[in-house]
């Protein structure tokens, strides 16, 4: 009776190891020394959006990069939930590094491909910093799907070459690495380009966000390797994207986390009337809502992981749930951050909008929360 | 009362299974439902029998101590118990068996106190109300109003109460009343066991909006407590009324999962039934029931494995009491548009039956869950609490 055994087994789920409180002890600490504001807004105003040097440290220091990847392809081999821990403490720190366009949705594409030969060669140099990949996928329609994609691959001389238009592309303009996923005859397969290669052009799209940058492509003829099988892009890619999804909503509960934060102690110190704003009871609960969303969005984001890491076979219908969730919590927090700050939270010089605008693109961002309940609809069998 | 087998040191599947073998052999099936007074009564004999079962094969009371009748299980095996109930869907305990009296009593009673009422009260051989709200009082408890005045080896108990669930059925009360001079505040109360059958007690059944009589108001005129029945010393009622293990609560957490995803389960059959999975509004409102159901779920596991862990319920614990609400006023919203026309029909109608589930259950919760955000502190009084104690907005100004 596998009911009983599931009772006797004292599960882990939803209790972080020691070595997990650590891991995000340091990264926080990391994070609050090298992303402080002052660095968000500097790298925000760049075009590249992100400080090689900070990249390396990340790399070289605590092996951020290459913590969840195989210990087979150069990674440290851990589990799904240590790579949430790492991108809940970057959304709370707004973080301004490539880091989910490399690591989470560039490097699990070629993982997914199943292709040994194309691992072994791409994924050592995403795992120790020195590369860094990007993944494009969208086009002018913004679809995330590969039935609906449809810029073209035609094979040429033993290879393949690419033509057509990639748009939203995170990080695609400062990547040394390109994955696209182009349709050939048989179906939507996965390449990888060298971005140096001839026929390939980039520029950087301006973004709400400017914390997170994205770029259009434009492929007129550029040589590419297939990854994986001809055609076979499909269910990798949709694998990629839950784990994309999953990782974009612990990033999301950091930030969520945060403001509700900025949010409370703002409260008590801003003083009208003759009282501090937080006496109110309409701030009150303003700030109970949020804590409600936030502590959901964490249980949301994490069973997630937990289950990425059991291999349960629950991971897409979560991911979705979880992506459609976090996204929405996150912006309701934001935007209830900036109305607790009043007049201060619609300021340039104040952060609040700085969360607002990640907020809001990461709701975009693999889908919105309405596309992502039509799947979790889809795929509950609904 | 001591004869109950010892199962603490049971492993977790080990309880299981013997509670499975338990309930195999001796689940009376689902209890009757109705709002009509004769149907709650008849519904009260099936639980109370149910909680007697439970009591005379040692399974009642999971986290209460042995030497009173209960099982004396940690925390982990108290989960295990909760789950596999819920799984089996038994009947809930009648009148509050496990609500704060048992607690109160625990953590203040006298040897005498808990020989006395103990057993009865696992075995639900009498039963319990909880006296704390007044018509003046709601959760503002600091300004209640019912006195009980020392007369020799008695006080004298004058007031009245209401919202009290169950108080026509009851046996005992748990009352709260102003021993301290007007104006004391929360200073100023004590906790007295009343006996509902006492010359001067009169419990009026309170008709709620759905139709049916959960709660009464009780008039108390005058009536005679002895001072033995008085629980943990005068003055001192906050803290008794307040005893509710939150330990022991969070482990019945584990079972609230398995229930919301059943509720999830019939409401997506429901769906199913009036053809109303197809467009896309629909397929948005019930992924986010779905949703509600899934958070609620880990929420409870958050708590629960914290407190296996050592440690305290947390900030959690307090959210989960305003999520549960919200969530369950939402589903039972949902269902009612699900029903469409028929949303309509008053719950007894019987056009509503239909499948394996009564229709107008959906109704009657809908009507029902409009009491989620008001009993046991409305959900602004929630809010204020977890904003006050849990995000520490009460330092700033008093």
């Not at chain 1, 703002?266 to 303003?286: D, L, N």
């Not at chain 2, 309880?15 to 689940?27: G, K, S, V």
């Not at chain 2, 009536?223 to 003055?235: F, K, L, M």
Request: net charge negative.
């Amino acid at each position: 009776m596998s009911a009983v055994s599931e009772v006797d087994e004292r599960s882990p789920m939803f209790v972080f190891t020691d070595e997990q409180d650590a891991l995000r002890a340091t990264v926080r600490r990391f994070l609050a020394e090298r992303s402080p504001e002052t660095e968000v807004r500097r790298l925000m105003e760049t075009e590249t959006g992100y400080d090689p040097a900070v990249w390396n440290l990340m790399a070289g220091q605590i092996g951020l990069q290459g913590l969840a990847l195989p210990e087979k392809f150069g990674g440290s081999g851990f589990g799904f939930v240590d790579l949430q821990i790492v991108l809940e403490e970057m959304g709370r720190a707004l973080l301004c590094a490539p880091f989910l366009s490399s690591v989470v949705l560039a490097a699990n594409a070629v993982l997914r491909s199943g292709d040994e030969a194309a691992c072994a060669q791409y994924l050592p140099g995403i795992a120790a910093g020195s590369t860094v990949a990007a993944l494009a996928v969208t086009e002018a329609a913004g679809s995330w799907r590969a039935a609906d994609l449809t810029m073209g691959a035609t094979a040429a001389d033993g290879g393949y070459v690419l033509s057509g238009e990639k748009l939203f592309v995170p990080d695609g303009h400062v990547a040394d690495l390109l994955f696209v996923v182009a349709r050939t005859a048989v179906g939507p397969s996965l390449f990888a380009v060298d971005p140096a290669t001839a026929g390939v052009l980039r520029e950087p799209l301006a973004t709400l966000d400017a914390t997170r940058k994205q770029s259009r492509l434009v492929f007129d003829g550029a040589r590419a390797r297939l990854i994986g099988e001809e055609g076979g892009a499909a269910q990798p890619l949709s694998d990629t994207l839950d784990l994309a999804a999953a990782g974009l909503a612990a990033e999301q509960a950091g930030g969520a986390r945060r403001v509700l934060e900025m949010a409370v102690e703002y409260a008590k110190v801003r003083e009208q009337f003759g009282r501090p704003i937080g006496s109110f009871q309409a701030i009150k609960h303003k700030c109970a809502d949020m804590l409600l969303a936030v502590e959901s969005a964490t249980s949301a984001a994490y069973a997630v992981g937990w289950a990425v890491d059991e291999g349960s076979d629950e991971v897409g219908v979560l991911a979705s749930l979880a992506k459609a969730f976090c996204s929405e919590a996150y912006t309701h927090c934001t935007a209830e951050n900036i109305q607790i700050h009043g007049g201060i939270g619609f300021t340039w010089e104040h952060p609040a909008h700085l969360y607002f605008k990640r907020a809001k693109s990461t709701e975009i961002l693999f889908g919105n929360p309405r596309h992502h309940r039509a799947l979790l609809a889809d795929r509950l069998g609904i | 009362m001591s004869s109950n087998p010892d199962r603490s040191g049971l492993s977790a599947s080990e309880l299981a299974l013997q509670l499975r073998e338990f309930l195999a052999e001796h689940h009376p099936g689902r209890t009757p439902r109705s709002t009509s007074p004769l149907a709650a009564a008849e519904r009260l004999v099936f639980q109370k029998a149910w909680q007697a079962t439970l009591a005379e094969h040692g399974w009642a009371a999971p986290g209460w101590p042995r030497r009173w009748g209960g099982m004396g299980l940690p925390l982990r095996l108290q989960a295990v118990h909760h789950r596999e109930l819920a799984v089996a869907r038994t009947p809930v305990a009648p009148s509050r068996i496990g609500g704060i009296v048992g607690p109160a009593l625990l953590g203040y009673g006298t040897a005498p106190q808990l020989e006395r009422f103990m057993g009865p009260l696992i075995r639900a051989d009498e039963l319990w109300c909880q006296g704390f709200s007044e018509p003046d009082a709601g959760s503002d408890l600091a300004s209640l109003r019912t006195r009980a005045v020392p007369d020799g080896s008695d006080y004298r108990l004058t007031g009245r109460k209401v919202w009290t669930s169950g108080a026509h059925f009851a046996d005992w009360m748990l009352c709260l009343a102003r021993t301290g001079p007007a104006g004391s505040g929360a200073a100023g109360i004590t906790a007295l066991v009343v006996d509902m059958h006492a010359p001067g007690v009169t419990a009026r059944p309170l008709r709620d909006m759905t139709g049916g009589a959960h709660f009464a108001e009780v008039e108390l005129d005058d009536v005679v407590v002895p001072a033995t029945d008085r629980i943990g010393a005068e003055n001192t009622g906050w803290a008794v009324a307040r005893a509710t293990l939150g330990h022991e609560r969070s482990t019945s957490l584990a079972s609230s999962g398995m229930r919301y995803r059943r509720v999830t389960g019939d409401l997506l059959e429901l769906a199913r039934r009036r053809g109303r999975t197809v467009d896309a509004y629909d397929r948005d409102a019930l992924a986010r029931a779905v949703t509600g159901a899934r958070l609620l779920e880990w929420s409870g596991q958050r708590v629960l494995a914290r407190v296996l862990e050592g440690g305290e319920p947390g900030p959690l614990a307090s959210v989960i009491r305003l999520q549960h609400a919200l969530f369950e006023q939402g589903l039972h919203e949902l269902a009612t548009d699900l029903l469409g026309a028929q949303g309509a029909l008053a719950p007894a109608d019987e056009h509503l039956t239909a499948g394996g589930k009564h229709d107008g259950a959906w109704l009657r919760g809908f009507l029902r869950t409009r009491a989620s955000t008001i009993g046991a502190g409305t959900a602004e009084i929630q809010r204020n609490t977890i904003a006050d104690r849990v995000l520490g907005l009460a330092e700033v100004w008093r």
